[in-house]
């Protein structure tokens, strides 16, 4: 049996302003007009003989974004395994591997991140398959690509002697200079390392707790202290925490007598920054640009043009990354586009919100969108998914109206301030209206088998989203 497990950690900085915080790369359409990379990763081994549901460890923020993605695919997922706080992969492949030991003990685990592109499907599962025996036979396997160019931004393998249906690892070595790369793609025994990986849970726990046991010591104990809420796996916050970050490589592959390599080419590409996105999207027949969404060009070559919300044009340029979004434009030399996490850093320490959330913010429920935002009032546009409602809820700092634009709503109104006991329940069609006032419980559901679409309008002396009071919540959110 093999087991998926997909690693959806991370918040590609590097990709900004399109990847925030809130809504992360692996959520979004880079490779495919229909799937996100994270779908993608969940259809890898769609099919496959002897191939389980894939189970996902992912960021405890991310929960419901992760479900949603994988129920629009028609994928039940084994398990969605939360960390409370991110310490890199070895912890997280711990927790993985650790609840594979409870509910798939005979399977090998195929972890594979969240945010990576394979072109070709079929080769990536003959070389899956490729990699079996050297898992069942205890080695710990490591997937390396056949590099094309002398790449500085990939971390490499170097292969020894042949073993079984691959190689043994002679070493994992740093992302190198141009100079030492050329060297390693003349030789022909330097792979690059994938970041993607074949092994038994029962190894990978024995060789973690051989090489780093302190953190094998953290999983375990937080791994103990799980609990179950509604479809995800939650382990101890406190024993977790406590858990030092670190990778895979460092922890374990780097040290261990018993790796092994697999080498393949399915057209792996590592989504990590524009630059990534750009050899992707090149297309030789417009003067070697990608572009994406509303764009013109005159007189541009070599660069990437990304429009998200409005008309972008480009005259006289040459080797830029141009990103819009409804809130931020990125311009950037295309040769330090790995730079971009700067501004991020820049960002977060200034407490901008373009850093974590886009104006479009996904939720358990549906989503919304800010049209407009000043100090005393906010517009938003709010989808409520058929069948959802939001939480049992009052605001201390700000009023709201909502006007039907689509759908059914169904609206639960407190009697007076705060109270929770004399509730009112009544339905609300197409261009019909109701107010909240300040600090009346109130909740929003959509009792229709269409979108629940409308605009509300909130005013108020503070608008955050912080001053909100949930009084019950069927998702479990504090």
């Known amino acids: 049996m093999l087991l998926p497990v997909i690693l959806s950690g991370g918040s590609g900085s590097r990709l900004w302003p399109v990847s925030r915080e809130h809504y992360p790369k692996q959520f979004q359409r880079f490779n495919s007009a229909k799937y996100s990379l994270l779908q993608e990763a969940a259809l890898r081994m769609a099919g496959v003989e002897g191939a389980d549901r894939p189970l996902v460890v992912c960021n405890e923020e991310h929960r419901f974004m992760v479900a949603e993605q994988l129920y629009v695919i028609d994928t039940t997922p084994s398990n969605i395994v939360l960390e409370p706080c991110g310490r890199n992969t070895a912890p997280a492949l711990a927790l993985a591997a650790l609840c594979a030991c409870d509910t798939h003990p005979a399977s090998l685990m195929l972890v594979m991140p969240a945010d990576h592109v394979i072109e070709c499907r079929e080769a990536f599962q003959a070389a899956v398959e490729q990699g079996k025996g050297l898992a069942e036979s205890g080695q710990l396997v490591a997937f390396g690509i056949q590099p094309a160019t002398p790449h500085t931004g990939y971390g490499y393998i170097r292969r020894g002697e042949m073993l079984g249906t691959g190689y043994r690892v002679d070493a994992f070595v740093e992302k190198p200079d141009r100079e030492r790369a050329q060297a390693y793609l003349d030789s022909g025994d330097y792979l690059w390392n994938s970041g993607i990986f074949?092994?038994?849970?029962?190894?990978?726990?024995?060789?973690?707790?051989?090489?780093?046991?302190?953190?094998?010591?953290?999983?375990?104990?937080?791994?103990?202290?799980?609990?179950?809420?509604?479809?995800?796996?939650?382990?101890?916050?406190?024993?977790?925490?406590?858990?030092?970050?670190?990778?895979?490589?460092?922890?374990?592959?780097?040290?261990?007598?018993?790796?092994?390599?697999?080498?393949?080419?399915?057209?792996?590409?590592?989504?990590?920054?524009?630059?990534?996105?750009?050899?992707?999207?090149?297309?030789?027949?417009?003067?070697?640009?990608?572009?994406?969404?509303?764009?013109?060009?005159?007189?541009?070559?070599?660069?990437?043009?990304?429009?998200?919300?409005?008309?972008?044009?480009?005259?006289?340029?040459?080797?830029?990354?141009?990103?819009?979004?409804?809130?931020?434009?990125?311009?950037?030399?295309?040769h330090h586009a790995q730079e971009t996490k700067r501004i991020v850093e820049v960002l977060k320490a200034s407490h901008r919100p373009e850093c974590q959330a886009m104006p479009e913010v996904y939720r358990p429920w549906g989503h919304y969108r800010t049209m407009v935002l000043t100090e005393c009032f906010q517009v938003k546009e709010i989808v409520v998914k058929p069948g959802a409602k939001l939480s049992l809820q009052m605001h201390h700092h700000r009023a709201e109206h909502w006007v039907v634009v689509q759908g059914t709503a169904g609206v639960t109104l407190g009697k007076g301030h705060g109270d929770t006991e004399d509730l009112s329940s009544f339905l609300l069609t197409e261009d019909e209206s109701t107010y909240i006032p300040l600090g009346t419980v109130h909740r929003l559901e959509n009792p229709g088998v269409i979108p629940l679409r409308l605009i509300e309008v909130q005013t108020g002396s503070y608008l955050g989203e912080d001053d909100i009071v949930r009084i019950d919540d069927a998702y479990g959110r504090l």
Not at 210 to 223: G, M, S
Not at 232 to 260: G, K, P, W
Not at 279 to 304: C, F, M, W, Y
């Open 198 to 334: 074949l092994f038994s849970a029962e190894r990978y726990l024995e060789e973690l707790q051989a090489q780093a046991p302190d953190i094998a010591e953290a999983c375990r104990n937080a791994y103990a202290g799980r609990s179950e809420d509604l479809d995800f796996l939650r382990v101890d916050i406190e024993a977790f925490s406590a858990c030092r970050s670190e990778s895979i490589d460092y922890a374990v592959m780097e040290n261990t007598q018993h790796a092994a390599v697999v080498p393949m080419d399915p057209g792996w590409s590592d989504i990590g920054a524009w630059d990534a996105i750009f050899a992707l999207k090149r297309d030789p027949q417009r003067e070697g640009n990608a572009i994406q969404g509303d764009v013109l060009l005159h007189d541009t070559h070599d660069s990437l043009v990304h429009s998200h919300s409005r008309l972008v044009a480009t005259v006289g340029v040459r080797d830029l990354v141009i990103v819009e979004t409804e809130d931020a434009v990125l311009v950037a030399n295309r």
